[in-house]
């Protein structure tokens, strides 16, 4: 059974993934989190032409 406290702690770790998604970032965690609770990660994106002249995304 969560604890108020774990359940307040995991919605506002949903919310915070769900405003750097929505802004091109990633985000991991990891459970028993060890001090650090959410961890961000900026993704690259570009469009590259390839010989045939057809554009494609690529991100990391």
Known sequence: MMTE???KEAIS???IELIAAFNGYKTGSSYPDYGTDLEIKEIDFGLK???KGIWKQ???
């Open 58 to 60: 690529e991100g990391s």
């Open 5 to 7: 406290e774990h359940i």
């Open 13 to 15: 770790l949903r919310y």
């Open 49 to 51: 032409t390839n010989i």
